[in-house]
């Protein structure tokens, strides 16, 4: 905490509260360093006196695979579009986990560190941006399983592979948003806290994480596919497990409505930032 505070000091960040969203987006960049440190903390006491370490970061997809395998493939028999359906589902599985674990840790992240937040001036999204920032270090983490799985699976390597970072930029910036949003009202309805995990289950249940976009019928398809996770995970699927590009509608839906979440998110987190210390 001692190097939070320092760079907290007066002489690295304007004290003065921003005025206008320009002037907001000029101090998170220049508190880009707190930034940086503050995801650090959050790993740092993530894993502390953990016995696994960064291994709860493996454990989570590949057990909920093995059980969704063991469910949904060999009781239900799910269909997985040719692909093994292990494989298939960890390929949803680890984007979705970065979801579930981002806005798990962000939406506290205001209530956690009150002291922070109403005895000293700085961008207060920080907060929840670090524990987005160690939330995606467990996806690269968990990602390592996955090199795995391709070499176990034989999934051929091809250049639509170069879609991947663009589809995990997408995600973030809808992490962001939705992460924004429910931290900010979580410091005025504490009940959201008990709301989340809630709305991470009936959330993941309308993603095609568990069964494949071809299971939702075709006239239910444009109505089902305003939700930006779903277009997201079957891009993964096309780029990684099918070596095809994503579907250009669908990947365009989900940019669009992932970047208004992630605008209107941090434009109505600034707004009400001013009322945090007096409510918190």
Not at 131 to 158: E, N, R
Not at 177 to 201: E, K, T
Request: aromatic share 12%; hydrophobic share 55%.
């Amino acid at each position: 905490m001692h190097g939070v505070q320092q760079i907290l000091e007066p002489s690295t960040i304007d004290l003065r509260p921003a005025t206008n969203n320009s002037r907001c987006l000029r101090e998170l960049f220049n508190a880009r360093d707190l930034l940086w440190m503050w995801t650090l903390r959050e790993i740092k006491i993530r894993y502390k006196q953990s016995i696994l370490g960064a291994a709860w970061a493996i454990l989570q997809p590949v057990a909920l695979t093995l059980v969704f395998t063991l469910v949904f493939s060999y009781l239900a028999r799910v269909p997985s579009d040719g692909a093994p359906y292990p494989i298939f589902a960890y390929t949803a599985l680890l984007p979705w986990t970065l979801v579930a674990t981002s806005i798990g840790f962000a939406v506290p992240s205001l209530i956690n560190n009150t002291n922070l937040v109403t005895k000293i001036y700085f961008p207060k999204e920080i907060l929840p941006l670090g524990a987005i920032g160690a939330a995606l270090l467990d996806f690269l983490v968990a990602t390592l399983v996955f090199v795995g799985m391709m070499i176990i699976y034989a999934v051929p390597l091809s250049l639509n592979l170069l879609w991947l970072p663009l589809l995990l930029v997408v995600q973030i910036a809808l992490i962001t948003g939705v992460s924004l949003v429910a931290a900010a009202i979580n410091v005025f309805y504490r009940d959201v806290r008990f709301v989340v995990p809630l709305g991470l289950q009936i959330w993941m249940y309308a993603s095609p994480i568990i069964y494949p976009v071809s299971l939702v019928p075709e006239r239910f398809q444009t109505i089902y596919m305003l939700n930006p996770m779903a277009g997201l995970i079957n891009s993964y699927r096309r780029v990684v497990l099918h070596a095809a590009a994503p579907a250009a509608s669908e990947l365009l839906l989900a940019f669009v409505v992932s970047a208004g979440i992630c605008i209107l998110g941090y434009l109505y987190f600034k707004k009400v930032e001013p009322a945090f210390a007096d409510v918190i």
